[in-house]
């Protein structure tokens, strides 16, 4: 989300929201075992989320998980 002249601004000058997306740009340039995933468990069945849940425990790496419970 970075275009036109945003490429050559100073960081000191980015806004809260532009300072976190360069961060998430220089963590996804890096080689690392990483997975983001962002409500990983919607629209699937219980299977499909055993089996999610099995290749996650199994992963070598660091998991960032986004999710959101909404209680009425």
Not at 6 to 30: F, P
Not at 43 to 56: E, F, P, S, V
């Amino acid at each position: 989300m970075f275009g036109g002249d945003d490429w050559d601004k100073y960081v000191s000058v980015l806004s809260g929201g532009e300072r976190t997306r360069l961060a998430m740009i220089k963590l996804l340039l890096e080689p690392v075992n990483l997975l983001i995933l962002d409500e990983p468990t919607n629209h699937l069945d219980i299977r499909t989320k055993d089996i999610l849940k099995q290749a996650l425990m199994e992963f070598d790496g660091t998991l960032i998980l986004v999710s959101t419970t909404v209680i009425f």
